[in-house]
């Protein structure tokens, strides 16, 4: 059974810097397509970062040169580091793993509960 949990969440000023982990369990990080998503409140889960198993990450527009997506294999661990952060930044995220997954949501198999973002004025 593939578990994914995510932490490090929380309340940041803006052009402050949070760092979220999302720890798997039933699946290795290194031989799937990692991502993370966020939602903010009302609206749609909307793609931020994906890792593959091989070759370079993948960021959306609105957090390209802000957001570093990177693996740890030996913790199991995919990291998100966020810095300078945007008040735009705040809302749950979430990690994802998938075969093959890419920018969608169908393309992701197993999702975990998801972390709160807030980032203040």
């Known amino acids: 059974q593939v578990q994914l949990v995510e932490s490090g969440g929380g309340l940041v000023q803006a052009g402050g810097s949070l760092r979220l982990s999302c720890a798997a369990s039933?699946?290795?990080?290194?031989?799937?397509?990692m991502g993370w998503f966020r939602q903010a409140p009302g609206n749609e889960r909307e793609f931020v970062a994906r890792?593959?198993?091989?070759?370079?990450?993948l960021y959306s527009d609105s957090v390209k040169g802000r957001f570093t997506i990177s693996r740890d294999n030996a913790k199991n661990t995919v990291v998100l580091q966020m810095n300078n952060l945007k008040p735009e930044d705040t809302a749950v995220y979430y990690c994802?793993?998938?075969?093959?997954?890419?920018?969608?949501?169908?393309?992701?198999?197993?999702w975990g509960q998801g972390t709160q973002v807030t980032v203040s004025p």
């Open positions: 890792l593959l198993w091989i070759g370079g990450p």
């Open positions: 994802a793993m998938g075969a093959r997954g890419r920018t969608l949501v169908a393309e992701y198999d197993y």
């Open positions: 039933g699946r290795t990080v290194s031989g799937y397509s």
